[in-house]
Each structure stands twice: as C-alpha cells, then as structure tokens.
C-alpha cells in the first residue's frame, strides 16, 4: 500500500497514519474489482448449522454484546463479574494466533507490577456495544472493564470516530492474503475451486449473515469476483448464476447454505469436521493456522497460488485492519498499558509474529 508521510496527532505513536492509505484500506475490505455486472442481491437464508443444546438462560438475561457460540463458547457456571482492568483490548478475533504470541510481549513490560484483569477478545467487533453498554458477557462472566485500543476494518473505526469515542486517528496494523476453501482431509468431494461450492452434492458454509455481516460480505464478494474474473467458467455457468445457487436457493440448491452461529473462524472449521458443510471459505491464514492444527482433520484448497505462496486471484482484494486509541479516563498506569500496547504493536517483533502466521504489514 503507497503512503504519505504524517505523524499521528499528539506525537503518540511512531506509526504514519496517512488518509490515502485508510482511504484505499476502505477499498480493501475484500472488495472485488470487476467489469462485470454487480453481484446479486442475497435474499436466501441459511441453515444455522450448530451442534443441538440446551440454551441456559443467563443469570442477566439476554446481555449485548457477548462471546457466547453453541460451537465452541459457552460458560454457563463460571458466575461473576471482572472490573478495575488495567488493559483491555477489543478487537476482530481473525488473527488469534498472532494476538496469542503478542500479548506476553505486552505483559513482560510490566514484570515489577503485573497487570490486573488484562484480557483481549477474539472475536467479531463488539467494540461500541462494549463502550455503550459498559459491559462484554461470556455465558454468566460478565466483563464492565471498558477498552483503551481497539483493531478492526475501516467501517468500525469510522463509527468509533463518528461517535466520539476515538483518541486520535486510526493506524494500518495488518493484511491478509487472500482467501482459500477448507475442506475435510483427503477432500472427499474433490472441491478445487469457487465453481464446485455451487455444485448439487456440496454444502456450503459461511458467517453468519446477521451477526458477521462485514465478513459474510466480503467472503461472498469474494466468491463473486474470484468467479466473475475467470476466463474460463465452466458452461452454462455465471458469477451470477453461482451466486444465485449458492445463496438464494436457485435450482436444487434449498438447505445446501449453511451458516455458523456467531464467531465464524470457530464455527466454519466446527462445521467442516463435525456438522453438514463439505466446505467453507475462510481467510488464507485461518485455514493454514487450522489445517496446521488438526492436520488429520483438515485440508485447505488454494484460490491462487500455493499454501505456502499465496497469490490471489484476481476479483479477491486482500483487506486491511486499523488500530486506535478509546477515549476514557484512565488511570495513569491504565495509560501507560495503552501505550505499551499500541507501541508493541508497531513493533519489528509483531511485524515477525505477522509474517510468522500468515499476515503482511500494510
């Protein structure tokens, strides 16, 4: 991404911020480039594709936002409540396996005097809710510490500065690299590209469309530029007619979209070894982090280039992700953890981290 030289307001970060490159991070959000027609409108609804349980009432009722998912989050008896943070970060979960080499780096600045109920989520954004509400639930633990730093895509940080809440301008913290297919190990259904998600005996699963909009959006955008820059579509075939199989139920496509119920890179690979999807599309470091993880469980199909050399093809649009600073009144050591965290964060070793798990610097 091309930059212009600025510094950031108040001097509070060696990191650049510079408008054009937030301008093209917007144009980055996986948005496709294409002189085709624009993509259909989705109208289908999906199959929510969860294990069955039995939903406990919480002990507040029903409390926004929260972390809870029938896949993999649920904390039904662990009662209480976590407050007076010391730091606290709210941000987009798809990086997970780079905040979990991260955050010690963050917490060994403070061997003297060790901070106090830090934590991170990984999660969709949840941010304003969080700010909003005062408060973040998982099952009956209820988190009212508020977050001083906040990473996610451009259209959050334009509603965290619409709403006052943000403390400066935002940062260019990392990239992805594309999108690829997860499939089950050996690839039963011999899945190879976007084309066969739209086939008769495959199942396909996504986000959640309402909960995960932005990125049920993307990766269906995704599907749609990837399709309609193909020189070679297979015939009879469209970007228009895929789309139209594979999210409104054209022809014999009824119940063949399934969707997770909350935290997508949770719920796509659950689904892909346990529940009804053949397959699921998920962002390239995500299916490598999972197929490295369950390598006898998984198997992830490249959309441009190799596992080990991704090269995406074209329609797909690699998005960036922004940090910034919340506005709050914080502590002095409250205020010393936003700026150790911000500063690792443009540090050389989480550009290393980044690179190490799949990600670029934008």
């Known amino acids: 991404m091309d930059t212009i030289n600025a510094v950031v307001p108040n001097n509070k970060s060696r990191w650049t911020y510079l408008r054009a490159s937030v301008v093209m991070g917007a144009a980055a959000l996986c948005l496709v480039t294409t002189a085709n027609a624009e993509m259909p409108k989705i109208t289908g609804t999906p199959v929510i594709n969860t294990p069955k349980l039995l939903l406990w009432p919480g002990d507040r009722g029903e409390v926004k936002p929260n972390l809870n998912d029938p896949t993999s989050n649920m904390l039904f008896d662990f009662h209480g409540e976590m407050n007076n943070c010391d730091l606290v970060l709210s941000t987009e979960g ?7 080499d991260l955050w010690p780096l963050v917490t060994a600045q403070f061997k003297d005097q060790p901070l106090q109920n830090s934590f991170y989520t990984t ?34 940080m334009d509603k965290l500065i619409e709403e006052g809440l943000a403390d400066g301008a935002p940062v260019p913290l990392y990239k992805d690299r594309g999108v690829v297919i997860l499939v089950k190990k050996g690839n039963p259904k011999k899945i190879h590209s976007v084309w066969d998600l739209g086939r ?26 990837i399709a309609s820059n193909d020189p070679h579509p297979p015939k009879g075939m469209t970007a228009e007619k895929l789309i139209e199989v594979l999210y ?33 599309m998920i962002l390239y ?23 080990d050399n991704p090269q995406p093809l074209a329609g797909v649009t690699p998005a960036t992700r922004f940090a910034i600073r ?9 205020a010393k953890a936003q700026e150790v965290l911000m500063s690792t964060l443009a540090s050389e070793d989480f550009t290393k981290i980044l690179i190490k798990h799949g990600l670029l610097r934008p």
């Open 94 to 100: 798809n990086y997970h396996m780079a905040l979990h």
């Open 123 to 156: 999660s969709p954004p949840v941010v304003l809710n969080q700010i909003k509400n005062h408060v973040l639930a998982f099952g009956n633990l209820y988190a009212t510490c508020l977050p001083s730093v906040a990473v996610a895509n451009k259209t959050v």
């Open 200 to 225: 008769e005996d495959v199942r396909f699963v996504t986000p959640n469309p309402t909960l995960e909009t932005g990125a049920f959006e993307s990766y269906a955008k995704s599907v749609y530029g």
């Open 248 to 280: 409104n139920g054209a022809g014999s496509a009824k119940n063949r979209w399934l969707a997770g119920a909350r935290i997508h890179h949770r719920d796509v690979p659950w689904s892909v070894a346990y529940g009804d999807a053949d397959a699921g």
């Open 285 to 307: 470091h995500l299916g490598k982090f999972t197929k490295d993880t369950f390598p006898d469980t998984f198997e992830v199909v490249s959309l441009g280039g190799t596992i």
């Open 326 to 334: 919340l506005k709050g009144t914080w502590s002095e050591r409250q």
